[in-house]
């Protein structure tokens, strides 16, 4: 006799669904405390304050923008909404996509879901390369664009 396969076999798929369960519901605190704490976060950095931390250099502007990007992490949509007040406000370009890439790429708020799910070794390493990857991205960025126009 044949065994079913896995997705056939109803014990299996009752066992799995257990355990999915089972890793949501135990991980649901920490998705909510990360939700809880971005919306904190995106109301106490107003696109006002955060313009007078920028204008000294490009790599400066740049990394300033990363780290601003980093610790305020959030939605696609409402970082170009803040990316548009930011230019503006005046903020160089190479800072507002600093800023775009690692609000985007970076988790630093959601750094304890990701390393619960994925490892603490693995988020790290991630969110490291993802932080200088938004500043090179960024340079290039605007150095392309200088280059081209």
Known sequence: MTKEPGWRNRQAL??????????????LPVITGVILLTGLL??????????????????LDALTGAV???????HPVSSYLIGGELLEKGVSLVAV???LVSWVTVGSIQLPAEA???GWRFALLRNLLCFLSSILVAVLTVTTLGLAG
């Open 14 to 27: 009752k066992n799995s669904l257990s355990k999915t369960t089972s890793m949501f519901l135990g991980i």
């Open 42 to 59: 995106i109301e106490l950095l107003p696109a006002d304050s955060v313009a007078g931390w920028f204008g000294h250099s490009d790599f």
């Open 68 to 74: 601003a990007g980093s610790i305020s992490a959030g």
């Open 97 to 99: 996509t600093a800023f």
């Open 116 to 118: 619960v799910m994925l």
